[in-house]
Nanobody
Framework: QVQMVESGGGLVQAGGSLRLSCAASGRTVSSYVMGWFRQAPGKEREFVAAISGSGGSTYYADSVKGRFTISRDNAKNTEYLQMNSLKPEDTAVYYC???????????????????WGQGTQVTVSS
């Protein structure tokens, strides 16, 4: 079993930056795809970014491309999401996730992730 704990959320003005962290424990996740999703009130959970086990491949939603950067430190069993140029529409609860994926797995699909954090609130004021 893997436990995942996010941190780094908060309130920021539009144009500002935040860095989210997600620490995994219970098992080494270096072979897992790790991702970030977000969910705004009244909306479905949506894909934000994902990173391969080695960190060599990264994927982003079009809405955050060029503003957000995902990274990981396998020695610390931790992933990060650097969020710059934040907009009010980025306001949501952000969740980190880890999944082995497999051949049919898709990094953008929540159901393909095995473990989830509890979420951290990000609020961007205009």
């Amino acid at each position: 079993q893997v436990q995942m704990v996010e941190s780094g959320g908060g309130l920021v003005q539009a144009g500002g930056s935040l860095r989210l962290s997600c620490a995994a424990s219970g098992r080494t996740v270096s072979s897992y795809v790790m991702g970030w999703f977000r969910q705004a009130p009244g909306k479905e959970r949506e894909f934000v970014a994902a990173i391969s086990g080695s960190g060599g491949s990264t994927y982003y939603a079009d809405s955050v491309k060029g503003r957000f950067t995902i990274s990981r430190d396998n020695a610390k069993n931790t992933e990060y999401l650097q969020m710059n140029s934040l907009k009010p529409e980025d306001t949501a609860v952000y969740y980190c996730a880890a999944g082995l994926m497999g051949l049919s797995g898709r990094y953008y699909r929540p159901l393909d992730y095995d473990y989830w954090g509890q979420g951290t609130q990000v609020t961007v004021s205009s």
